[in-house]
């Protein structure tokens, strides 16, 4: 495809094509006021391979006039110009046609599209002759925007799709994103520098390739993510040596290979970097496409590849974002040594491996300056982060604006890893001293970096997960940092502990032996947020059945619940949350509620939200997702249709324990933890059995619930215990059995005929059946609410005003309809067979 005449024809209004001659287009004239396309744009092929647009106003416009408008010259007309014989392209003296700067005018040779994951465009990258390459993404119709301060309008291309010439306002995507999200994990993505790379390289040997807008110097973390879990190949160009250097390795196109490569090692299954051998003697300056043109193989290429290493997070070849190589190479070499902060004395550089008096680990040390031949000068930020990390083996992380650390060698218990909150500059200082085994010496003067702007610095940068969890979840949660043993490292040593343990306690039902065994796997379950229902434990034994005590015991399998209280404001409850030690439970309970009809409405919100947002203590606002398992512990229980709706309800029966039953089982807990979690895990990887239908907890039901073998029986217990939980439903069936008393106490045949209450008497009766007082308004809105949400099926608002009340006003009411009552029949008065008016049969 030709693009040469892309840039004129952007800029014709409503340019449409021919469907009978694709070289004819019409269009809006822009040289006068135009509602008719009265413009004829013909793009014409010449022999001598020249092309060119031909226009024509059939309103009279010339040409002149027309391009004037668009602010553009003829030379528009004849872009191709390097393809014309020299009579016609050059002029006096022979001179080639050129622009007004003197230089040859711009011809697009090339246009690359990105894709979003859903396969629509999303930008391009154009290639233009002379070499330089410009950005333009999707826009709107006619619309202006601010780019870097100027006003740019959106324009349209032949195909009719609106861009502006920037990436400003969206966040760019990979080269060919939607062809690699499809890629087999086991296959490796190459990684050049170059859409034409990538291309020539996809389609000479079919590999997966890709690249990134405008080079690996505008890398960003949303590509970084892309190739979570992925194997990948980087395959830089060779340039020229940097200033100063006779190393031909010591170029910016490795540079910034290493660069990337320090971010993918992060989150990469695994990374290498190949550095292409000059076979074919190429001048410096070359890339892959040159290296192909040459005659490299697909053998030389997978040789190549095969002999790369592959690297490591702390790999010394690699370089952090946007750190000078200049100053990784200074890093890689024998640390500087370093002013103490209190002294001008420098301490020699502690070597490695060497332990303290304590028999602990020497990492390093951790300073803001180094010696020079003129003194001491400061080191960047760059360099203090990258040797802050390469001493702490690139701790700490973070979640949000919160900093932690993972303790692997000073753990307890093998399965689980303590977790170090660093709250301030102080925290995270105090244990960089402790971790490294030497001071920190950070000086205090002009110039330096402090403490706090470090600390700031990791808030801003540290790599960051969704949040950290001392306990494993199936399926594992990629954004998830897990303080515990690998997934495939959890196997139960005494199979059959997690029946063992349920079977500890007094399940009222055989039902609920299996729902026990499903809020346990809810508490290790791996769901979006805000999928895991409400769970209730109750007793019909009343007080005394242990239903603290067993939600207690089995929420200590994964590190206990917060306790909350329905009287806690909703913000301090999302503070708890999200504090230190909140941010590490995924249980909470609410015990011994006591309501005869329980409704909160912050605390169903919460259930069901995606994520928990709130103030976290010296951090500001934060959120985390809501994998939480909330539990309510109440006897004779009542609650809101809401609550009612979201619950699942666990009955216990009257236990019989022995005196040592509660520290008998708390050590059964603690001694076979790791055995009931990986019971659970493998709970969760076993084939589903699929209900006839689901539930609003659909993804837990999949999930959980069907990988029990008495699922379709569990579903229907939760339904009906839903139901009887209601307390709102209980209302309305004292309502419908006060009603129907109403009616047949004054001989009213309830099951035969259609009766006619008036507001009034249904306001009173209301009032009646509930022991509360209401205003007729008040009553008949109740109602009708009760009616709206199905609650009395029985009772219906009449569609307009049905009687006359004693004050010659049509009066409103409510319907009365037998369960097998057939509409059509006539409306009668009393002594009818059909419809009675109660008021009129009735004196009050």
């Excluded at 303290?356 to 990492?363: E, I, S, T």
Aim: hydrophobic letters at 35%; glycine letters at 8%; aromatic letters at 8%.
């Amino acid at each position: 495809m030709d693009y040469s005449l892309f840039p004129i024809l952007s800029k014709f209004e409503r340019l449409t094509w021919r469907a009978d001659n694709p070289n004819l287009g019409e269009c809006r004239c822009p040289g006068h006021e135009d509602s008719t396309n009265s413009l004829h744009v013909t793009i014409k092929h010449c022999d001598d391979g020249v092309t060119k647009l031909m226009l024509k106003c059939h309103a009279g416009c010339q040409n002149a006039d027309i391009l004037r408008a668009m602010g553009e010259g003829f030379s528009s007309l004849f872009p191709d110009r390097t393809k014309q014989p020299k009579s016609q392209s050059a002029g006096k003296g022979g001179a080639a046609s050129a622009g007004a700067n003197g230089k040859a005018d711009p011809k697009l040779v090339k246009v690359y599209d990105y894709h979003d994951a859903n396969g629509k465009l999303l930008h391009q990258t154009l290639r233009w002759e002379p070499k330089h390459f410009t950005q333009r993404r999707i826009a709107e119709p006619n619309t202006v925007y601010q780019i870097k301060g100027q006003d740019r309008k959106s324009f349209r291309d032949p195909h009719g799709n609106w861009w502006i010439n920037s990436l400003s306002g969206i966040e760019p995507v990979i080269y060919r994103l939607p062809e690699i999200l499809k890629a087999d994990p086991r296959k490796i993505i190459f990684l050049c520098e170059g859409e034409k790379d990538a291309d020539n390289l996809r389609q000479k040997f079919g590999v997966y390739a890709t690249t990134v807008p405008m080079g690996a110097g505008k890398w960003r973390p949303s590509y970084t993510a892309t190739f979570r879990g992925r194997r990948v190949i980087i395959i830089p160009d060779t340039d020229k040596p940097r200033k100063g250097q006779t190393d031909p390795a010591a170029n910016a196109g490795y540079d910034g290979a290493r660069r990337v490569a320090t971010e993918l090692v992060k989150v990469a299954l695994e990374v290498r970097i190949c550095y292409l051998p000059n076979l074919f003697n190429l001048a410096p300056k070359w890339d892959l496409s040159d290296w192909l043109a040459a005659g490299g193989t697909k053998a030389q290429f997978l040789e190549a590849c095969n002999e790369a290493p592959v690297l490591g997070i702390n790999h010394p070849g690699l370089i952090p974002a946007g750190m000078t190589a200049a100053e990784s190479e200074s890093a890689m070499q024998t640390p500087p040594q370093a002013a103490d902060a209190d002294s001008s004395q420098l301490p020699a550089v502690i070597p490695p491996f060497t332990l303290d008096a304590f028999n602990q680990p020497l990492r390093g040390q951790i300073y803001n300056v180094i010696e020079t031949a003129d003194g001491f000068e400061p080191i960047s930020m760059r360099g203090i982060m990258h040797q802050f990390r390469k001493v702490t083996d690139n701790w700490p992380k973070r979640v949000g604006k919160a900093l932690f650390y993972v303790d692997k060698d000073n753990s307890i218990d093998p399965h689980f890893y303590p977790i170090q909150w660093l709250p301030s500059a102080s925290s995270l200082f105090g244990w960089a001293g402790s971790y490294s085994g030497s001071p920190i010496a950070f000086a205090k003067t002009a110039g330096c970096h402090n403490k706090e702007e470090v600390f700031a610095e990791f808030q801003r940068t540290g790599e960051m997960y969704e949040s950290v969890e001392q306990y494993p979840h199936e399926p594992r949660v990629p954004e998830v940092y897990y303080a515990c043993k690998e997934q495939q490292e959890w196997v139960s040593t005494r199979p059959g502990c997690l029946y063992e343990l349920v079977a500890r306690f007094s399940p009222a039902e055989p039902v609920d032996y299996d729902l026990i065994i499903a809020f346990l796997a809810t508490l290790v379950w791996g769901g979006p947020g805000g999928q895991r229902p409400l769970f209730v434990i109750t007793s019909d034994s009343g007080r005394g059945a242990g239903k603290t005590t067993f939600a207690s015991l089995l929420t200590s399998i994964v590190g206990g619940s917060l306790q909350l209280s329905s009287q806690a404001d909703d913000q301090i409850i999302r503070q708890r949350l999200l504090s230190p030690e909140g941010m590490e439970k995924r249980t909470t309970l609410l015990d011994n509620v006591k309501s005869l009809k329980f409704s909160w409405a912050e605390f169903e919100a919460l259930i069901t939200s995606e994520k928990i947002s709130g103030k976290q203590m010296y951090v500001g606002e934060a959120s985390r997702v809501n994998r939480i398992t909330y539990v309510i512990t109440i006897n004779g229980p009542s609650l809101s249709t809401d609550l009612a709706q979201r619950a699942i309800t666990i009955k216990l029966g009257k236990p019989v324990h022995t005196g040592d039953w509660l520290a008998d089982t708390a050590k059964f807990i603690s001694e076979n933890k790791t055995n009931i979690i990986a019971e659970l895990l493998e709970l969760l990887r076993q084939p589903i059995k699929p209900l006839q239908a689901n539930t609003r907890w659909g993804n837990w039901e999949t999930a959980v619930l069907c990988r029990l073998d008495n699922a379709e029986r569990c579903q229907e217990v939760i339904r009906a215990r839903q139901m009887a939980l209601d307390a709102e439903q209980d209302e309305s069936n004292l309502i419908l059995e006060h009603f129907e008393k109403q009616l047949l106490k004054n001989n009213m045949r309830t099951d035969y005929d259609k009766i006619l209450i008036s507001s009034g008497t249904a306001a009173e009766w209301l009032c009646e059946a509930l022991g509360e007082k209401h205003s007729k308004a008040s009553a008949g809105r109740m109602l009708a609410q009760k009616i709206n949400e199905g609650r009395l099926p029985r009772i219906s608002k009449t569609e307009n005003p049905e009687r006359i009340d004693q004050s010659n006003r049509r009066e409103r009411g409510f319907w009365w309809t037998p369960e097998n009552w057939q509409e059509g029949g006539s409306v009668v008065r009393p002594g009818g067979l059909a419809t009675f008016d109660v008021d009129e049969l009735v004196a009050f």
